[in-house]
């Protein structure tokens, strides 16, 4: 089968699993009342959302599997890209279901958080590692210059490392709107997507199957939210990016067109430590970098919009400087 067809039937069918599930799964995530938590030091506009039903992420995880299963059958890579997608899932899973069951604010430690995602991190670069010979993974491909690869060489582990812990938790941190993570992902991933079918890459499917999911599950999550993705949702999202990213060789791609994923960490990054050195002041309104708007006098779907339109001008310098590997 073409493997434009086949991305396009595994949009279709991750698309048609969220629209058909989540009418009948939001009602059950309200009864067993699985709410969201609002902060209470956040916007005051958002306290009205408290209760929405959260935890949506699941149906983004079994559309996305739904999409993708059924052309990973000897397509090593497509399965690498699903796994590290489900591994992260279940750590936000995790997250969610000791913040909204067991009722700890909290969810996870963060240490207990960074050993998990350190663990599924380290055994997805354990395979780039092991099959780097085959296909090349260390030399990355780098934007607007000519037919031109950067061998990272012994620095390619440490730099994925740190590569993947950072954006899954970039991705997370942007989850704080109505729509916004999941638009923006959506933008990215088909970004990603034509990238992929450029390049002749076999996880073309399991790509077309995120960006169906996404889409799928906006038409709930944008505002009014009638569903939030929760952690579940957000680190699965982070670990597909990334993922998606570094077997496309194109790790460095994902920080020009996921530039909103990167300013929402520095931002917080930024604020904890302007904090710490001026003994109790803010660099921002408030962290991330979504709220700092909303506080400045922006309502929350501007906030939204206007981060949707920088990732697609985004997206489209990210093509102009692809142009020369496809």
Same mark, same amino acid.
């Given at each position: ?185 959506? !933008? @990215? ?8 079918? +450029? *390049? $002749?890459? /076999? &996880? ?49 791609? !994902? @920080? ?8 929402? +960490? *520095? $931002?917080? /990054? &930024? ?56």
């Amino acid at each position: 089968m073409n493997d434009l067809v086949s991305a396009i039937i595994a949009l279709l069918i991750a698309f048609l699993v969220n629209v058909i599930l989540l009418p009948f799964v939001i009602p059950i995530l309200r009864k067993i009342k699985f709410g969201q938590n609002v902060r209470q030091d956040g916007p005051n506009s958002h306290l009205k959302k408290t209760g929405t039903p959260t935890m949506g992420g699941i149906v983004i995880l079994i559309s996305f599997v739904a999409g993708s299963l059924i052309f990973l059958r000897d397509n090593t890579q497509a399965i690498v890209i699903v796994l590290v997608t489900l591994s992260f899932g279940v750590i936000g899973f995790i997250d969610d279901y000791i913040k909204v069951v067991k009722k700890r604010s909290l969810g996870l430690r963060g240490k207990q958080k960074i050993v998990l995602q350190f663990i599924v991190s380290a055994g997805f670069v354990a395979y780039l590692v092991m099959n780097n010979e085959a296909n090349n993974y260390s030399s990355v491909y780098i934007p607007f210059v000519n037919d031109y690869a950067l061998d990272l060489g012994i620095f390619f582990i440490p730099l994925m490392l740190f590569g993947i812990l950072g954006i899954t938790n970039a991705v997370n941190l942007t989850d704080g709107l109505d729509g916004l993570a999941t638009g923006v992902t959506a !933008l @990215v991933v088909t970004f990603f997507t034509l990238a992929a079918w +450029a *390049l $002749s890459s /076999t &996880i073309l499917p399991v790509t077309g199957a995120a960006v169906g999911s996404l889409v799928g599950f906006l038409l709930f999550n944008k505002y009014p939210a009638k569903v939030f993705m929760g952690d579940t949702g957000s680190l699965a999202l982070g670990g597909l990016v990334v993922s998606v990213a570094i077997v496309l060789r194109m790790p460095i791609f !994902l @920080v020009i067109v996921g530039l909103i994923y990167v300013l929402e +960490a *520095l $931002s917080v /990054t &930024i604020q904890v430590f302007y904090f710490k050195i001026t003994g109790g002041k803010r660099f921002f309104k408030m962290a991330p970098l979504h709220h700092h708007y909303e506080l400045k006098g922006w309502s929350e779907t501007k906030v939204v919009k206007v981060f949707y339109l920088v990732t697609a001008i985004l997206c489209l310098v990210g093509f102009v400087g692809a142009q020369n590997m496809f």
